[in-house]
């Protein structure tokens, strides 16, 4: 059951103060990660969904039986080539946002890693955010109904 912790303002922002010590299989270690900010993760999450596009405009007055619903009489574009580019240097500036090892460490060098070893590290940093980017499942759902 939840407590009735009235939070101040330092206790919200020092959330993304918490670092945690994760094992990272593809590094064969730990290595300390910190939860992204709102603002982090909306700057990712924007990174994720740049391939995806949307055409259209919802009716919403004198709709008929029978009529194609508002998303059905939309068009969806999708760039999968931009996206996995998209979905990677999102998952980079993930990386780069999270790790607290007391050094800055920009996109550029997060792409230096071993392969896979960025994907695995965001995917513990978004686990550690509470958070997932929108693009990745819009993405899978598309692929899945195609």
Do not use: H
């Not at 896979?116 to 995917?123: L, R, Y």
């Not at 899978?140 to 109904?145: A, I």
């Amino acid at each position: 059951m939840a407590t009735d912790k009235k939070l101040t303002k330092a206790d919200i922002l020092q959330g993304t103060n918490k670092v945690e010590q994760v094992y990272i299989e593809k590094l064969g270690g730990t290595i300390p990660l910190r939860p992204l900010t709102d603002g982090e993760f909306a700057q990712i999450d924007a990174m994720k969904t740049a391939g995806l596009k949307i055409k259209g405009k919802p009716q919403t007055e004198g709709k008929k039986q029978g009529k194609k619903s508002d998303l059905e009489a939309q068009e969806m574009e999708i760039d999968i080539e931009a996206m996995q580019k998209n979905d990677f240097e999102a998952d980079c500036l993930a990386v780069s946002f999270a790790i607290a090892d007391d050094e800055k460490w920009t996109v550029e060098e997060v792409k230096q890693m071993p392969a896979g070893s960025a994907k695995e590290i965001a995917k513990a940093v978004y686990q550690l955010s509470g958070a997932t980017p929108e693009g990745a499942s819009d993405v899978k759902s598309f692929r899945t109904n195609e």
